[in-house]
């Protein structure tokens, strides 16, 4: 098996990973392994925005509320505290690396989304701000000699010895890479890819979360899915993010029968949390009998639209969708999940060595439901203190030699992903019950042993940590008899007993 050894090892390329090889960069030799191209990430594609204190209007203690209030009882104060106050540093950090956020004169151009109280929503060409931040930190990364990208490498398995992390074993060009590291950092996005209706990209599938447990890592809050309510819902065309932002500007939301409805809901109307937003449509398409509802632009002036909106306003017109004359059809689509690779304020994982940041991780800041806007800003923060932290590692990896090549095939890959994806939408998604989530539980089961085998492509690899997973989510979900933020279930809608308990994982399920 060929080897290398490196002084620190990244495993992910979005804000997170990009921002602790900054930090990592004039300190040692960084290694940043992505299995698709560098700029393939949930970062790209973020369009609402990146929320901080940025004007003499809002304080700190304001954003902290906000942020607290929409964890709905789970949030880590000290966590969230710590984003807050280390947020409006990174922003500058960014600016004077070049970043171009939208401006109103000479003022930074701030907006609102739901369950802010405050304008502190960054945007950078309208609502392209994840694809300037991902610009404005790759060149700052590329700037240092010392950093590497190592693409199309596809993480199998963490390398541990002796409950130490001493790197990665990573599939490139159909070899098995054994990558030897005095510290490793899990920047590897999320797991929407996991339900059959989702705005994420097609790489996230959970790998860095089933990676962790496999490890002994503990997971995290896994059951807390946040469902974004509007992505575009329209016949061959992708499941479009329709960003909050639009909503924040004026936006507002008609059933089929052009009524508007959230009035009914929640005395914030469509500037309600998400997980509000998503049930109250979900209602509404039952109530109709429809599978969607409309975003409704057609109110406000069009040259701002165009211009606040331009990707959004493009793809749709890609689909004869003008958002300033027509109605835009949507519904909700798994967007963001709040739980993780369990961390302490520094990223540090339970095993030494091992550290977390971005959605792969769960550092207690969101809680039981995301603030809009706060996961690029995570990324930021917690991805510059996983990197500082890093560097005080003292590990000594050996070049041990553990991996077993014995090696499996999946015949029918495609059918399986397809149902798994199918049920958790189904049986896992925006509302939940015993009945719905035993049967998700039933049909995973019929996979288990596709999670104890070793695979040497990357769509088997990617089934396994998925089926790994959505058990985990699942099983969480069952565990939580009761309904806390983005997890409802309409079996338990009051919060239950113990609800402020954390559920975690510390063990790789399905090893009997």
């Known amino acids: 098996m060929d080897s290398e050894s490196v002084d620190f090892l990244i495993i992910g390329s979005g804000v997170a990973g ?89 003022k930074l151009a701030l907006t609102l989304e739901a369950a802010h109280s405050k304008r502190r929503i960054l945007h950078a060409h309208g609502d392209s701000t994840g694809k300037e931040l991902e610009r404005v930190l790759l060149s700052k990364a590329r700037s240092f000699p010392s950093v590497r990208k190592y693409p199309f490498a596809y993480t199998i398995d963490l390398i541990i010895n002796n409950g130490e992390c ?20 899990l920047a590897t996005g999320g797991a929407g890819r996991l339900f059959s209706r989702t705005t994420n990209p097609f790489v996230a599938t959970g790998d860095g979360m089933a990676i962790a447990v496999r490890a002994g890592a503990e997971l995290e809050d896994m059951e807390f899915v946040q469902f974004h309510p509007t992505s575009l819902y329209y016949p061959a065309a992708p499941q479009f993010l329709l960003s909050e932002s639009m909503r924040g500007e004026g936006a507002v939301l008609l059933n089929i029968k052009g009524q508007r409805f959230m009035d009914d809901y929640h005395a914030k109307a469509e500037l309600a949390p998400r997980d509000v937003v998503s049930r109250a449509i979900i209602s509404e398409m039952v109530k109709t009998a429809s599978n969607h509802v409309y975003l409704d632009l057609r109110h406000l002036d069009k040259k701002f639209v165009k211009n606040r909106f331009p990707k959004i306003n493009s793809t749709c017109l890609q689909y004869d969708i003008d958002i300033t004359e027509d109605l835009i059809p949507v519904s909700p689509a798994a967007h963001y999940i709040m739980g993780g690779v369990r961390t302490n304020l520094d990223g540090e994982s339970n095993i030494r060595g091992l550290y977390a940041a971005g959605e792969v991780a769960c550092t ?34 050996e070049r041990i030699s553990g991996y077993n090549e014995e090696v499996s095939s999946i015949s029918d890959i495609y059918e399986i992903r397809r149902s798994l994806r199918r049920t958790m939408w189904e049986k896992t998604g925006i509302i939940r019950c015993a009945k719905s989530l035993k049967q998700a539980e039933t049909k995973l089961l019929l996979w288990k042993e596709i999670t104890k085998q070793n695979f040497i492509t990357r769509n088997e690899l990617e089934l396994k940590n998925m089926i790994t997973v959505s058990f985990i989510i699942v099983e969480s979900a069952l565990l939580r008899k009761g309904s806390v933020g983005a ?7 009051d919060r239950g007993a113990n609800w402020q308990e954390h559920i975690k994982w510390d063990k790789a399920i399905f090893r009997s």
């Open 18 to 106: 990009l921002r602790a090889a900054i930090e990592l960069a004039p300190f040692g030799d960084v290694l940043v392994v992505t299995k698709d191209k560098p700029s393939e990430s949930s970062t790209e594609y973020a369009q609402g925005g990146i929320a901080a204190v940025m004007s003499d209007e809002d304080t700190v203690g304001i954003h902290q509320e906000d942020t607290l209030k929409a964890g709905d009882g789970l949030c880590r104060e000290d966590a969230v505290k710590t984003l807050v106050e280390e947020g409006p540093e990174r922003i500058m950090e960014l600016i004077s690396w070049g970043a171009e956020f939208d401006r109103e004169g000479l």
């Open 166 to 185: 001493h790197g990665a074993y990573v599939l490139r060009d159909n070899k098995v890479i054994a990558l030897f590291a005095k510290a490793t950092i």
């Open 364 to 397: 207690g800041v969101h809680g039981a439901n995301r603030l809009a806007s706060n996961s690029l800003l995570e990324g930021l923060v917690y991805g510059a203190r996983a990197g500082k932290a890093a560097l005080n590692t003292k590990i000594k990896p």
């Open 487 to 493: 997890h409802y279930r309409s079996d338990h809608k």
